[in-house]
C-alpha cells in the first residue's frame, strides 16, 4: 500500500486557475478524481449552470470524488454571493486503498485550490441545497 500522495496533474492546476476566475453568475462545479494507475489528481467533469441536485446526480455511487463549487447563494436582505467550496465526497462502501488515497491527497488539493470552505459528504443523499446553504451560513 503506498502512502505517497497523488500529484495533481497540471491539467487541474490550470483548471482550478481559470475556475477560481471565472465570471460566472450561476452555480458551476469541477469535478475531480484520482487515476489510480498515475496516482494523479485528474479532472472529472466540469458542470456549469447546474443545480445541486443535478449535480448530485452526476456523482458515482461508490467512488470518492473532490468537488469544487461557485454556488450562487442569495441571502435574506437580497445580496447575492458566489462562495467557493471544496466538497470532499467519500462514499462509506468506496473501497479502503481508495479512500486512503483521497484522504491523502485531499490537503494538497485544497491548498493548490486555496480554499477554506472544506465540507466532507459521505452520503450522496445528504449532498442537498438545505445541506449546502446550512454549511455556508
Known amino acids: 500500500m503506498a502512502d505517497k500522495l497523488c500529484d495533481i496533474s497540471p491539467e487541474v ?5 481559470k ?16 487515476d489510480r494507475e498515475k496516482q494523479l489528481v485528474v479532472l472529472d467533469e466540469f458542470f456549469d449552470d447546474v443545480s445541486v441536485e443535478e449535480l448530485q ?12 463549487l461557485s454556488y ?3 441571502h435574506d436582505d437580497q445580496r447575492v454571493s458566489y462562495p467557493m467550496c471544496f466538497i470532499f465526497y467519500t462514499p462509506r462502501d468506496s473501497q479502503m486503498e481508495l479512500q486512503m488515497m483521497y484522504a491523502g491527497t485531499k490537503m494538497a488539493l485544497q491548498r493548490e485550490a486555496e480554499l477554506t470552505r472544506v465540507y466532507e459528504v ?4 445528504d449532498f442537498t441545497e438545505e445541506w449546502l ?3 455556508l451560513k
Open 57 to 68: 446526480e452526476q456523482l458515482p455511487g461508490h467512488q470518492p470524488r473532490y468537488v469544487i
Open 122 to 125: 459521505r452520503e450522496l443523499d
Open 133 to 135: 446553504r446550512e454549511k
Open 13 to 17: 492546476r490550470e483548471e482550478l486557475k
Open 19 to 34: 475556475f477560481r476566475f471565472r465570471k460566472s453568475t450561476n452555480n458551476s462545479a469541477l469535478v475531480l478524481k484520482i
Open 72 to 74: 450562487r447563494m442569495q
